[in-house]
């Protein structure tokens, strides 16, 4: 059981994709609970999935400046550089999210697994954009 600790442990602090897939988990129970409550009360899914999309955005930039990208968030005018370009990574991911819904849901597709499939998308997008151009 140590053992098991100790190897999880390893892999939390080596690998920032570990880190970051916490993070993106986190965001995403936010995400998904804000954007199944408002198409349960018949909001329009695209307009949810941004809503839900946006309170995620706060979320995973408190846990990725603090836990994912340690030592990497800037401070004075470089951290609101750093802000700008997580907000610009972020609505990429959020254009991404909004036309993927969209485009699924005029193709008859669920709006729930149309945004599975937008999760996948963004994530695989914005985690580029943020390990290589934010939080380099």
Same mark, same amino acid.
């Given at each position: ?37 408002? &198409? ?6 695209? !307009?949810?999935?941004? +809503?839900?999309?946006? =309170?995620? #955005?706060? %979320? ?18 470089a951290l609101h550089v750093q802000r700008a370009l997580f907000a610009g990574s972020a609505l990429v991911g959020l254009g991404i999210t909004?036309?993927? &819904? ?6 008859? !597709?669920?709006?729930? +697994?149309?945004?599975? =499939?937008? #999760?996948? %998308? ?15």
């Amino acid at each position: 059981m140590d053992r098991a600790i100790a190897s999880a442990l390893v892999l939390w602090h080596r690998f920032t994709i570990t880190r970051y897939l916490a993070a993106s988990i986190i965001a995403l129970l936010f995400d998904v609970a804000l954007f199944s409550g408002l &198409v349960a009360v018949a909001v329009d899914p695209t !307009i949810a999935s941004a +809503a839900g999309y946006c =309170v995620g #955005i706060i %979320i995973h930039w408190m846990v990725s400046a603090n836990i994912v990208f340690t030592g990497k968030t800037r401070d004075g005018s470089a951290l609101h550089v750093q802000r700008a370009l997580f907000a610009g990574s972020a609505l990429v991911g959020l254009g991404i999210t909004v036309t993927t &819904v969209e485009l699924l849901g005029r193709l008859g !597709i669920e709006p729930i +697994a149309s945004k599975a =499939v937008a #999760i996948g %998308i963004s994530f695989v997008a914005v985690y580029a954009m943020r390990k290589w151009g934010v939080f380099r």
